[in-house]
């Protein structure tokens, strides 16, 4: 059987499915690139010198790791010069990095976290890079902040990277979920699963169980209920994950099912969340429900809410559909969606 590779995928979809623009597909493989040259970099790991602190923080506050860095100035690098985008931003920098004068300027706008999950990086567990692509709006105006303030449904691709036992590539152009691994000694992205989709059901739940005194009473009241198992209220039994890896975690509910949530907690009552909406949630939503399954904020579909700024927090309930719509479900009943 002949190998496809990510680009021949990626002409596909430009010729026959007409899914993406030449401009989507180079922003795509450039991403991809850049996403290589990521793996090299964690796979040296103390060979190279690149664990543990860099010494500031980030925009959000959190202490920065030097991967962290990295990452932001590969992905960065990759991406100005190529002519297919208006403007990027990252979970690393406080504002948005305009295409310098100096190169073409195309339609795209790309957000990403350029390493996702990097409190796992000193201790050698998957880490990953998340991105989004939204079209700049044709309202004749400069490309700023406002021009990245759509809900998540306006999006025209979606991915993440996890670099793992393997380095696999996850994409979404709207026409499903497919999967790509690094093929280390050729150098090239390789389709290894197409299509994949989450089960509607499942027994294995993912939440940080530390924070449970925080939790409002619907995930309380959820979590109970898995708890307490073949005894409870879901007479069966459940199984719990949780790697500290949003793309870890979300990879293997791709997989094989499973429900994933970082709901709001009152450690920090004014943010909704911890997870980012534009970076975070709305490409995760976006694979996720091309995958089948469901992703809100326990009111509302994730890819419906419309953003405030560029690192929005926001809650976040994902995964097999049927257990979505329950937790959901739960909030609800105690006050609906506002
Ligand atoms: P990061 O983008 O700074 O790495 O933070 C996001 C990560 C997610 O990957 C993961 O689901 C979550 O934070 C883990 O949080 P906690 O350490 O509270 O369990
Ligand atoms: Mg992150």
């Given amino acids: 059987m002949p190998r496809t590779t990510l680009t021949q995928f990626l002409v596909e979809q430009e010729r026959a499915a007409q899914a993406i623009t030449p401009e989507l597909r180079l922003l795509i493989e450039v991403v991809a690139r850049a996403c290589k040259a990521i793996a090299v970099n964690v ?3 103390a060979l190279a010198g690149v664990l543990g602190e860099a010494g500031g923080d980030n925009v959000q506050g959190e202490a920065q790791k030097k991967l962290d860095v990295i990452s932001n100035e590969i992905l960065m690098q990759a991406n100005e010069w190529g002519g297919h985008l208006a403007a990027m931003a990252s979970e690393e920098m406080e504002t948005i990095h305009e295409t310098p004068n100096r190169y073409p300027k195309g339609e795209y706008l790309l957000l990403f976290d350029p390493l996702d999950g990097s409190s796992n990086i000193d201790v050698n567990v ?19 902040e406002a021009s990245f303030l759509q809900p998540g449904g306006a999006q025209v691709a979606a991915g993440y990277a996890v670099y793992g036992p393997s380095t696999v590539l996850v994409l979404t152009v709207g026409t499903g979920v497919h999967c790509f691994t690094l093929d280390r000694e050729m150098g090239s992205w390789v389709l290894t699963q197409s299509n994949l989709t989450i089960p509607a059901d499942t027994r294995e739940f993912a939440i940080n169980m530390s924070n449970f005194r925080h939790w409002a009473p619907p ?5 109970d ?3 307490a ?6 007479g069966r039994d459940f199984n ?5 890896s949003m793309v870890a975690d979300v990879h293997r509910i791709l997989t094989r099912g499973g429900i994933f ?9 004014d943010k909704p969340g911890k997870l980012r909406l534009m970076y975070e949630a709305n490409p995760m939503a976006f694979l996720v429900e091309q995958a089948g399954g469901a992703a809100t904020n326990g009111h509302t579909r994730i890819l419906e809410l419309m953003p405030t700024k560029l690192h929005e927090r926001v809650a976040v309930i994902l ?4 257990e979505v719509e329950r937790v959901t479900g739960y909030h609800n009943e105690v006050a609906p969606a506002p």
Avoid at 126 to 144: E, M, N, Q, W, Y
Avoid at 219 to 223: A, D, E, S
Avoid at 240 to 244: F, H, L, N, Q
Avoid at 319 to 322: F, P, T, W
């Fill in 43 to 45: 796979g040296k790991g």
């Fill in 126 to 144: 998957s880490v990953g890079t998340i991105f989004s692509v939204l079209r700049k709006p044709d309202d004749g105006h400069a490309v700023s």
């Fill in 219 to 223: 995930v309380r009241r959820y979590v």
């Fill in 225 to 227: 209920e898995l708890l």
């Fill in 229 to 234: 198992g073949r005894d409870g209220p879901r």
């Fill in 240 to 244: 719990m994950r949780w790697v500290a």
């Fill in 261 to 269: 949530m970082y709901p709001w907690d009152a450690r920090e009552p």
């Fill in 319 to 322: 995964g097999s559909r049927n």
